[in-house]
């Protein structure tokens, strides 16, 4: 691949850059200063006025779902095209949602552009662009190891022209958002497929359907995430139309398939942001602080840091994109080692970067914000959309395919 940026990207990577200087970097400490002052007034889950005029000023800048791939929607670009501006919102963990590029919700509207009928697509579809509502995506379950999907019990019923939902979920991501009015949720259809990725479907189901009841808000070491946030929910008896389904009965892993691909992409190239701003942060401090005679930055342990977490921060770089290279070209299905391998590299770089970042600062290490937040998000991601052991498994059958003898022709 060509890992020379379009005039295209570089002019949006300019104009995003300017944006993130001019409003999102400035307003950090307000956010969470919101948030925090509505905590105290015993509701963290009020969308923050921060979030709502950024969100304002990004649509008017034409910074707005850059996430859409070749879509009427979006910005037309390619996940190639796209994962170094993800790599600019990365760099404050809550910025992507100011212009409508933040998770699940990315996922959710590729996958009613993709799947839904047009008469979900104008419910639905077309508020999440606007930004006007949020949505969850309902597929992790509590009783079950879910890293292994076809565990999933969760069950989606037909009954004459409806489909009867009953389940319990947990981290549903946005299910605790005001804003969240719609979810995506994946059950079981016909349990006794003897094809167990034909078992499954998903459905649409609005947030105000009888029986739907967010059970309780979930943390992430001690963090609410409010006003977002993960959610337990519990599905008891919800009744939909059997127009809600997405493309068909025993269709959800194929769909899980197409908006797993390309969210990992975001996922990790926000990582990788995470971590550069985390890298600035240690030279930053080391540069000013003095232990025995000298700086910090001077140490031979903290240059042999710095300079492994450039190696380390640049290697996942070059992962990602080519990643999304290969789903531009052969597709989602073709580069499933690749998306694999950077699922497992960018947490795990992101992780040890923050660590020592962490360990840079001392003791004001675990009490920075910042830092704590990041660290926080990419310890999380080695365990959301599949844990490091299904990736590294799934990585090892693939090149141990290469060397085994090709099946006799039928």
Not at 75 to 96: D, F, H, Q, S, V
Not at 237 to 253: Q, T, W
Not at 351 to 375: M, N, P, R, S, T
Request: hydrophobic fraction near 40%; charge should be neutral.
């Amino acid at each position: 691949m060509d890992f020379d940026y379009s005039p295209k990207v570089k002019e949006l990577q300019k104009r995003l850059n300017a944006f993130m200087d001019e409003h999102v970097y400035p307003n950090e400490k307000a956010f969470f200063a919101e948030i925090a002052e509505n905590r105290a007034k015993g509701d963290a889950w009020i969308p923050t006025k921060v979030m709502e005029d950024l969100k304002q000023k990004a649509k008017a800048a034409g910074l707005w779902n850059l996430f859409l791939p070749e879509s009427k929607n979006g910005a037309g670009l390619t996940n190639l095209e796209y994962a170094p501006l993800c790599e600019i919102m990365g760099r404050a963990g809550w910025a992507a949602e100011a212009f409508n590029c933040s998770a699940p919700d990315t996922g959710n509207m590729e996958t009613l552009e993709r799947y839904a009928s047009e008469e979900l697509k104008e419910k639905w579809l077309k508020p999440l662009l606007e930004g006007e509502i949020r949505s969850c995506f309902a597929m992790t379950e509590p009783a079950v190891a879910s890293s292994d999907a076809t565990n999933i019990e969760s069950r989606i019923v037909r009954d004459g022209d409806h489909y009867v939902i009953n389940g319990r979920k947990w981290w549903s991501s946005g299910a605790n958002d005001p804003r969240c009015k719609v979810f995506i949720f994946m059950g079981k259809t016909d349990p006794d497929n003897p094809n167990k990725h034909k078992q499954q479907s998903m459905i649409v189901v609005p947030r105000d359907t009888p029986g739907v009841t967010i059970v309780r808000p979930l943390p992430v070491f001690g963090f609410d995430d409010a006003p977002h946030g993960h959610g337990e929910t519990l599905f008891e008896n919800v009744r939909v139309p059997v127009s809600n389904i997405l493309l068909g009965e025993g269709r959800g892993f194929e769909i899980a398939q197409g908006r797993l691909g390309p969210g990992r992409i975001h996922h990790c190239m926000r990582l990788i942001g995470l971590a550069e701003r985390a890298l600035e942060k240690m030279c930053q401090r080391t540069l000013k602080r003095v232990a025995f005679g000298k700086p910090i930055a001077e140490q031979t342990v903290t240059l042999e840091r710095i300079a492994e977490a450039r190696i380390m921060i640049d290697q996942a770089r070059f992962l990602v994109l080519n990643a999304a290279d290969m789903m531009d070209k052969v597709g989602n299905k073709a580069a499933l080692k690749e998306i694999g391998m950077i699922k497992v590299a960018a947490p795990n770089m992101a992780c040890k970067v923050i660590d020592w970042a962490i360990q840079a600062h001392g003791g004001g290490g675990v009490a920075d914000e910042f830092l704590a937040h990041a660290y926080a998000n990419a310890r999380t991601l080695r365990i959301a959309d599949g844990p490091d052991e299904v990736h590294r498994n799934q990585v090892g059958k693939l090149e141990l395919a290469k060397y085994k003898p090709a099946k006799p022709a039928q």
